[in-house]
């Protein structure tokens, strides 16, 4: 149990265009849903929780308008990286939570390598 | 932003060996998670922890809430390669946010 899928696993864009990067919880409904980027050798950067039904809450430096978050059901969340440029290249990773009283356990997609080229 | 002190950042061990690392914070945790990265892969979460002072296993592997809740370790017993990869603490607040450990890589020599 507590599986989540990303897709897709590796895409390359050119400057300038969007992509969009689904994350869904395969076995489990997940009201809150958190994105994470991650460079090279480095720990795992919170950019935004997604609450289904309202809008993402975005860690402090990550740009709304750039890093949409649509959190449309109890099993996807998607992100779409919009007007995207080389610096935007990174380890996106996204994680389901399991909801319960006591229980924060987070489960963490694969992760999907994006290149802007 | 915030992050928890993990050491050690690196280690090489052989086969066989037991292994140990640990997080601190200044902060207090409800919730102690350990994970393991794998190269191109998401974490995988081994050990989750709930309160003070609580130890547990999970196979070859055991950590601890330390009883201060600001901090715990992971132990690996009598390693073997595919124990290879990079773990990470996290401490989880109130608002469910993880805070993370900067990870501890572990290349084991067959």
């Known amino acids: 149990g507590a599986v989540v899928s990303q897709h897709p696993s590796r895409v390359i864009c050119k400057s300038g265009t969007s992509v969009k990067i689904e994350c869904r919880s395969l076995?489990?409904?997940?009201?809150?849903m958190f994105w994470y980027r991650q460079f090279p050798k480095q720990s795992l950067m919170l950019m935004a929780t997604s609450n289904e039904g309202s809008k993402a809450t975005y860690e402090q430096g990550v740009e709304k308008d750039k890093f949409l978050i649509n959190h449309a059901s109890l099993t996807l969340s998607t992100l779409t990286v919009t007007s995207a440029h080389p610096e935007d290249s990174s380890f996106y990773i996204c994680?389901?939570?399991?909801?319960?009283?006591?229980?924060?356990?987070?489960?963490f997609g694969p992760g999907t390598r994006l290149t802007v080229t | 932003g915030q992050q928890l002190n993990q050491s050690p950042q690196s280690m090489f061990i052989q086969e066989g060996e037991d292994v140990s690392m640990n997080c601190t914070s200044s902060?207090?945790?409800?919730?102690w998670l350990w994970y393991k990265q794998d190269p191109g892969e998401g974490p995988v979460l081994l050990i989750a922890?709930?309160?003070a002072g609580e130890l547990t296993s999970n196979g070859r592997l055991t950590a601890q809430f330390g009883i201060t809740r600001k901090d715990s370790f992971l132990n690996i017993s009598a390693s073997i390669p595919s124990d290879v990869g990079i773990y990470f603490c996290a401490g989880q607040l109130d608002n469910r946010k993880l805070i993370w450990g900067l990870g501890t890589s572990l290349a084991v020599n067959p």
């Open positions: 994680s389901a939570q399991i909801p319960g009283i006591l229980i924060y356990e987070q489960y």
């Open positions: 902060s207090i945790f409800n919730t």
């Open positions: 076995d489990f409904q997940a009201t809150t």
């Open positions: 922890l709930y309160k």
